[in-house]
Every structure is written in structure tokens, then in C-alpha cells.
């Protein structure tokens, strides 16, 4: 399976841009690249995903790299509300659609 | 409304008690999992479940048990052969298409004692 690296944690101030970076160097040409986050104490609340292409939906944008080794969540204006840790995950495609996460990124979003 | 509820949300059993964690959902979905977390940690998968009638282990599955005889429930036994059962439980569901996204339910938080 295709692992991912994302930095332990992030600032952001308010109002401002959030861009957190994921490095999946080994993610194979058919699995694609997906974004949760986790506010403290709750279930996972899916973000986004892409396989080649850049997404863009009501919450995220999602930009992948030319050659899918890495890829960028971006919150186009943050909010106190956007503070939670970010994963980023490749799926897992010989065993269904199963989620494989790590140990994520810990935004804070600051006023 | 549409989702997935588990309850409850917090559970207390004694050690060598086995207990079992409820997990419905209404979406009509075929595939559902459950997930364990620690503390600062990310999500491991316990077991998952594609059809009714079928399961299979996920990455821990050792000291856990699952059925699918239903398919809006996916209850998850903990057993007492389970070593360090004290966690947050997570249960997901999704349609099981290639490339569709998992809801998850708000989570039990099982603590043993």
C-alpha cells in the first residue's frame, strides 16, 4: 500500500488560506488520493478526492502533482470551525475500498 | 434524516466482560467498517464488511468479533480475549464503489476498568 507523509501540525491564521501538504512517492497509477478530517472527539468527515485531476468542491480544493507523488489540501478561507486534524490517504484497492489512515496533520487555525 | 448512529456514546464494562457496540445506518449502503482509535493516533481497521453475510479482518481484528446479518447493522463484540480494549470505536459506512467516500458515526467510547 501506498504510504503518505504529512507534516505532525500547522498554524493558519483566520481568514487566510490553508495549504497542507501530503507526499505519497509510492501511490500506484490506479489508487487515488483522498482527504478527511477529524474535529476532536468525533467520527471523520470526508473532504475530497482525486485521481490525476484537480478537484474542487464546496469545502476544498485539491491539487495532485503532475507525477501523483504529492498533493495539497487547500481551505481557500479558514475558519476557527476548520481547526482538526487533516489525513490524507491512499486507497487501498486489493482488499475493497477500505481507508488507511496516518497520523495526519493537526491544523489550529488562529483569530 | 440519513446516517450512520452508533450508541452508546460512552460505554464502562469491567475487564473480562465481553460488550458489544451498535452500529446502523439508513443510507442503504452495501459496505460498513469499524475502526479503532488511541489517543493521538490515527484510525486502525478492525473489520469490514462489503455484503451482508460477509466480513472480513481488517489489520487488528484479534479479541474482536463482527456479523452482518442485516444489512443496516454491523454490531462489533469486544471480546475479553482482547488485550487493551480501553479506545474510540468508529463505525463506516460507504456504497463500495471504487471510488466513493466513507461516512463515519460519532463513535463509542469504550472504557475498561
Known amino acids: 500500500d501506498a504510504k503518505t507523509t504529512q507534516p505532525t501540525s500547522m498554524d493558519c491564521a483566520e481568514g487566510r488560506a490553508a495549504n497542507l501538504p501530503c507526499n505519497h512517492s509510492?501511490?500506484?497509477?490506479?489508487?487515488?488520493v483522498y482527504w478527511y478530517r477529524q474535529i476532536h472527539s468525533q467520527g471523520p468527515q470526508y473532504i475530497i478526492h482525486?485521481?490525476?485531476n484537480n478537484e474542487t468542491n464546496e469545502m476544498a480544493s485539491l491539487i495532485i502533482t503532475e507525477d501523483r507523488k504529492s498533493s495539497t489540501l487547500i481551505l481557500p478561507h479558514a475558519t476557527l470551525r476548520d481547526t482538526a486534524v487533516y489525513y490524507c490517504?491512499?486507497?487501498?484497492?486489493?482488499?475493497?475500498?477500505?481507508?488507511?489512515f496516518g497520523g495526519g496533520t493537526r491544523l489550529m487555525v488562529k483569530p | 434524516d440519513g446516517g450512520i448512529t452508533q450508541s452508546p456514546k460512552y460505554l464502562f464494562r469491567k475487564e473480562g466482560q465481553n460488550v458489544t457496540l451498535s452500529c446502523e445506518q439508513n443510507?442503504?449502503?452495501?459496505?460498513m467498517y469499524w475502526y479503532r482509535q488511541d489517543p493521538g493516533q490515527g484510525l486502525r481497521l478492525i473489520y469490514y464488511?462489503?455484503?451482508?453475510?460477509?466480513?472480513q479482518k481488517g489489520d487488528i481484528a484479534e479479541g474482536y468479533s463482527v456479523s452482518r446479518e442485516k444489512k443496516e447493522s454491523f454490531p462489533l463484540t469486544v471480546t475479553s480475549a482482547q488485550k487493551n480494549p480501553t479506545a474510540f470505536y468508529l463505525c463506516?459506512?460507504?456504497?463500495?464503489?471504487?471510488?466513493?467516500?466513507?461516512?463515519f458515526g460519532p463513535g463509542t467510547r469504550l472504557t475498561v476498568t
Open positions: 463506516a459506512s460507504s456504497t463500495g464503489g471504487r471510488s466513493d467516500e466513507q461516512y
Open positions: 509510492t501511490i500506484s497509477g490506479n489508487e487515488y
Open positions: 464488511s462489503q455484503i451482508v453475510n460477509d466480513f
Open positions: 482525486g485521481l490525476k
Open positions: 443510507l442503504n449502503h452495501d459496505a
Open positions: 490517504i491512499v486507497r487501498t484497492i486489493n482488499a475493497g475500498n477500505m481507508l488507511t
